[in-house]
Every structure is written in C-alpha cells, then in structure tokens.
C-alpha cells in the first residue's frame, strides 16, 4: 500500500481528470454501439429479424439491444452529479447487473465454436464448465467486490456513482492499492476467449481442414476477433493491476459494450455469406428459367418428331397395297 503524497488541490485535480477521463470512456462505448446499430441495420432486418427463433438469434438480440437500451441508464449515472446517498444506494444492483454485457457476447463465442467443432458433447461440456466459472467470477465481482467510492464526493463534493473493487479500496481514503480481483477477472475472460479459439484450432488440425471456404471465414473473424477483445482484456487488466486509482476502470465501459458490438458483427457477417444475395439470387432464377425454356423447347420438338413419324407412318399403311394386307 502507498499513500498519495500529494496535497488536496493536487488530489482535487487528479479525482476531476479521472472522472472526466471515465466519462468520456463511456460515452465513447456506447457510441461505438449506437453507430455499429445504424450502420448495420438493413443486415440485421434481413438477416436477423426475417429468421426464425435460434439461440444465435436470442444472443444476437441480447447483445444489441440490451446494451441499447439499458446503457443510457449506467451514462445517467456516471455523466450526471449525483449525491452519496443515491450513489450509495444504487452502486450494487446498478454494477450487478453490468455482467450481462460482456457475457452475452461469451454466449455468442461459446455458440459459435461448438457449432464449428460438429457439436460434439465432451466439447461442449468444456465450454459450459469455463463458461460457468466466468459466470460466477464476474457475479462476485461486479455484484460483491465493487464498492462505493466516496472519496470522490470528498474531493469534489459531487459526482457520478462510481464503484471500484474493494481490494483497492481497502487502504482508506487516498491509498493506492492495485485492484488484483478486477484484473484477475479480465485475465479469466480473456482465458475463456484462450480456450475457445485453442479447441476451434485444434479441431482443425485433428481432422486435417477448416471445413472449405465458409471455415476459412469463420476462423479468420475468430482470430480478428480473439486479437481485438484480448488486447481490451489485457490492457484493462493491466490498469487495474496498476496503483494509479485513477485508472481503475477506464477500459472499463468498452470491456461492457465492445464484446456485444464484434459478436453482433460476427453473426451478420457469416449469415451475409451463408445467405443468398440478391445478385445470386436472380441469378439463380435466370438459370432455372432458361433450363426450363430448354426443356420445354426440348419437349416441343420430341412431340413435333414423334408426331410427323406418326402421319408418315399413317400415310404408308394409306399407300400400301390391299394384297399386303392379306
């Protein structure tokens, strides 16, 4: 533990940096979503709201829309100035409830490699039991090991509702302590990442393939993907493994909204390829049509042939002499 040497103007600055910093975050994640929703749009009309009911399709719903309209309510708490006593009594279910972002998006992951790796059981065991760790860890951590920070309300008199891990906040008011569990939980979701990418890789080398070009497709996101949520798990741990208070929890808001916006472009992404375009489509109608012009035109002159064999036929047995006939 280390005491901020620093005197209360000093403090007073570095508490209205952080907290301008957080907000910023926040607003910037959610940004991020809102635009990823409007560009996005017309495919997810298509491809997602003209389907049937799947599991990928309950995920996808919950990735974007659940960030889309319950996020508003954590800016309402973190941008507005509000007072300790509503902070206080709020500060639990309002961090509680955060686990659901990022674990919908883990909810995609483990869909996903599970189809790719023929759903099979043993696998699919693996990825509930990681999953179900991950599930409890973050619980713990977002709904017990979070606690109110005053000391901001201390410095500035107002603020948002802001909560850390209680590890780093366990020295008093003005000491810096690393936030182990934080950066520990963002080091277990980017393991359960680890774990899914790892089997996706090792089911392509036991059966010698990737399964053709919709496999490449679907390896090459999982690796764009597992590169860019690792990086964000990583850097945010690093922040909270970090004494420097206020850093906790700048990765933070984009640790919540990030994983949803790459799960919701993965699934538009493989159902664009698995699903027909237009351009294909008329195509493909342009073919059938002519094949069956083709056959028709085929049909006519098999009956056009069959018939004037018949009337030669017809006109031989007319011609034929009577004695032939005895």
């Known amino acids: 533990m ?7 103007d000093v403090l007073r600055e570095i508490a209205a940096t952080s907290v301008t910093i957080n907000r910023h975050a926040a607003v910037a994640a959610y940004s991020l979503h809102v635009y990823d929703y409007c560009i996005s749009f017309s495919d997810e009309y298509l491809y997602i709201h003209q389907a049937r009911w799947t599991s990928i399709k309950v995920a996808y719903m919950i990735c974007r829309y659940l960030p889309l309209f ?7 708490a973190w941008l507005g100035d509000h007072s300790p006593t509503l902070c206080e009594s709020i500060i639990h279910p309002l961090y509680g409830l955060m686990v659901i972002f990022p674990l919908s ?39 017990f090991q979070f606690v109110f920070v005053d000391e901001l309300f201390q410095l500035l008199g107002e603020s948002g509702c802001y909560a850390n891990d209680a590890h780093a906040e366990g020295g008093g008011a003005f000491a810096y302590l690393s936030a182990y569990p934080a950066a520990m939980i963002m080091l277990s979701a980017f393991l359960f990442d680890f774990v899914m990418m790892s089997v996706v890789v090792v089911h392509c080398l036991r059966i010698r393939g990737v399964g053709g070009r919709l496999g490449k497709m679907f390896l090459a996101q999982g690796f764009t993907a597992f590169i860019l949520l690792s990086a964000l798990n990583l850097v945010t741990a690093c922040f909270y493994f970090g004494t420097s208070r206020q850093y906790d929890g700048l990765g933070l808001p984009m640790f919540l909204i990030l994983p949803d916006v790459v799960a919701c472009k993965l699934i538009l992404m493989l159902r664009r390829r698995v699903s027909p375009t237009t351009t294909r489509q008329d195509r493909l109608h342009s073919i059938l049509v002519r094949k069956a012009f083709d056959n028709l035109q085929l049909e006519e002159d098999f009956m056009a042939d069959d018939h004037r064999d018949h009337n030669i036929d017809h006109e031989e047995s007319q011609n034929r002499p009577i004695e032939q006939w005895d």
């Not at 280390?2 to 209360?8: E, R, V």
């Not at 319950?70 to 309402?76: A, K």
């Not at 599970?114 to 999953?131: D, H, K, S, V």
């Open 105 to 143: 998006a883990q909810a995609v992951v483990l869909i996903r490699s599970f189809a790719f790796t023929g759903r099979n059981r043993y696998i699919l065991t693996l990825f509930l039991l990681c999953y179900i760790a991950l599930v409890v860890a973050e619980i713990w951590l977002f709904g």
């Open 70 to 76: 319950f996020f508003p309510v954590y800016l309402w």
């Open 2 to 8: 280390s005491i901020a040497p620093f005197s209360l």
